[in-house]
């Protein structure tokens, strides 16, 4: 029973340390990250509505920075902001899960120009709010 | 026409070492991270894989015998015990980051499933090997690697800063708080360029070949400057590009497929399938050398029959080896382990096993009781002790770099 508890009360632990703390330094990175990874997708959003792209490579490329994105929403959503940085992580997390679903939009129909074409400014705009984010910091 | 086989293994050896996948993930990031500042990094690190290539390749031609040989024979079994295990290690991981990188580079090119790839791969190359003459994969794997030309056709376009690609020739930092990060990525480029599987690879292909002293000790420096000269070449295009195209975005391109979005940005779809195409012949024959590599220092050190040009009866442990290294790269990729993370690893670790490769290899070379009058000159003696200085610096410093700068990512 001891040991049980003693087992539970570490996963909790862990669990509850998995995203780790916020620190201003952190979110900075953090935010340059999505700004990255946003910039990149709205790069290649631009490449398939020009039709200077090949389906596969869109198709890859598209769903690795989703996956990217998501893992940075996901380690952000658990961790736990600087008492300052709680509002900006939560909209960091948002933008972070918003531009995961744009790219898996790009990876599901990477031939689909005309969407392509408004998932442009929608990943540059999340690199835009991304990088007013992290100069905030 | 063996000169110009000759030139070929030079340049299979620098395409396959310079811009392998170490050297793609490194350059690529560099210059999105630091623009032209590590230019430097590379040039240094490719006069002392030149330097050291003409060394090894000149001992093979003298001794008739490849570097692995005479390390064993001149440091003794213990020394050469370690350098053995050392190296094996730097070999397979390599491995391991050069077949993943093939898959994720068919990945791109076919958009199927990654394990599905890296079976493909495997076979690709395990076919490559078992079908195809030396000479041919050579041609195939070291030619088709300078598709990646389209990376400086790409920066070309761009128009370079060629005065601050002048600057970048000479180590100064600019614009940028985090040394460290800055010295993690110097080490890795320098690294990069002086793997040691490059050497084992040369100096068994020597042999292969059979240089002899009057007609290929010539062909030898030619091939040393010009083959790993244009390795650089390609790196420096690499990073002029990353610098003029991800750095002003504020793209961290620390992916292939980031990597090949600049050529497809400024080409358009022949840029990209150029670049994607550079890179797989890149990457796979550089996944060649270091399985051979692996079977080379295996074969040498035991006395095993070795060699590319017997049939695999003619050398079966050698043959058993480089099938087992293949195999061994595959499990472990098939478990689902990222390579470009081990990319870094390897890139990282094959440092420390660099001394123990390059001190008995300079030992040798300058020796005139060994190598008699094709023993090093003054030039080669003080550049091949500058260079080993350097290696020690670097060795001492990569792993706690790697550690303190959480592999680059500060």
Redesign the interface.
């Known amino acids: 029973m001891t040991r049980a508890l003693a087992v539970l009360c570490l996963v909790s632990l862990l669990a509850a340390c998995r995203g780790g703390s916020v620190t201003p330094f952190r979110f900075q990175h953090d935010a340059e990250s999505l700004a990255s990874i946003s910039t990149d997708g709205s790069l290649l959003a631009h490449g398939i509505f020009k039709g200077e792209t090949t389906d596969a490579y869109a198709r890859i490329h598209a769903s690795e920075l989703g996956k990217e994105s998501g893992q940075l929403a996901a380690i952000l959503r658990s961790a736990h902001p600087r008492p300052g940085l709680r509002a900006k992580t939560a909209q960091l997390v948002a933008l972070a899960q918003r531009a995961s679903n744009l790219l898996g939009q790009i990876a599901e129909a990477p031939s689909d120009r005309s969407l392509a074409g408004r998932l442009t400014d929608a990943l540059e705009h999340i690199s835009s709010v991304a990088t007013k984010l992290s100069k905030s910091a | 026409m063996n000169k110009i086989v000759g030139v070929a293994l030079g340049v299979l050896a620098a395409i396959g070492g310079f811009v392998d996948i170490g050297d793609l993930v490194f350059s690529s990031e560099a210059g999105g991270k630091f623009g032209y500042q590590l230019i430097w990094a590379i040039v240094l690190g490719a006069i002392g894989i030149a330097v050291y290539a003409e060394m090894c390749g000149r001992v093979a031609t003298v001794t008739k015998r490849p570097v692995f040989d005479v390390i064993r024979e001149r440091m003794g079994f213990e020394f050469g015990l370690g350098t053995l295990i050392a190296s094996q290690l730097v070999n397979v991981m390599t491995l391991i980051a050069e077949v993943g990188g093939v898959a994720l580079v068919l990945?791109?090119?076919?958009?199927l499933d990654y394990r599905l790839l890296v079976v493909m791969a495997v076979l690709v190359l395990v076919i490559s090997i078992w079908l195809l003459p030396f000479e041919w994969i050579e041609r195939v794997y070291g030619f088709g690697g300078l598709l990646l030309i389209v990376f400086a056709v790409a920066a070309l376009h761009l128009g370079p800063d060629w005065h601050r690609m002048a600057n970048g020739l000479v180590p100064h930092p600019q614009g940028t708080t985090n040394y460290l990060v800055l010295a993690y990525f110097a080490v890795g480029l320098f690294a990069s360029s002086m793997m040691p599987y490059e050497v084992f690879f040369y100096s068994s292909g020597a042999v292969e070949e059979g240089w002899t002293p009057e007609s290929e000790l010539t062909l030898n420096k030619i091939t040393a400057i010009f083959g790993f000269g244009v390795g650089a070449f390609l790196s420096i295009s690499i990073i002029v590009m990353s610098a003029e195209y991800f750095l002003p975005?504020?793209?961290?391109p620390n992916?292939l497929?980031?990597a090949?979005?600049g050529p497809?940005?400024i080409l358009?779809?022949t840029g990209?399938?150029l670049a994607?195409l550079g890179m797989f012949f890149a990457v796979g024959g550089a996944a060649i050398d270091s399985s051979f590599a692996a079977a080379y220092n295996l074969a040498q050190f035991f006395g095993w029959d070795w060699g590319k040009y017997r049939r695999p009866r003619g050398a079966p442990r050698f043959t058993l080896t480089w099938i087992v290294v293949f195999g061994l790269a595959f499990l472990i990729l098939m478990t689902g382990v990222n390579p470009l993370y081990v990319t870094e690893f390897a890139v990282i670790f094959s440092v420390v096993a660099m001394p123990l490769t390059y001190l008995p290899l300079l030992l040798v070379a300058r020796d005139k009781g060994y190598m008699g009058q094709y023993a090093n000159g003054r030039l080669g003696n003080v550049l091949g002790w500058l260079y080993f200085g350097i290696i020690l610096l670097v060795a001492l410093s990569a792993v706690p770099l790697m550690t303190l700068t959480n592999l680059g990512?500060?």
Do not use: P, S
């Open positions: 990945q791109l090119l076919a958009g975005q504020g793209i961290d992916t497929g980031t090949a979005l497809q940005a358009g779809e990209l399938l994607l990512q500060g």
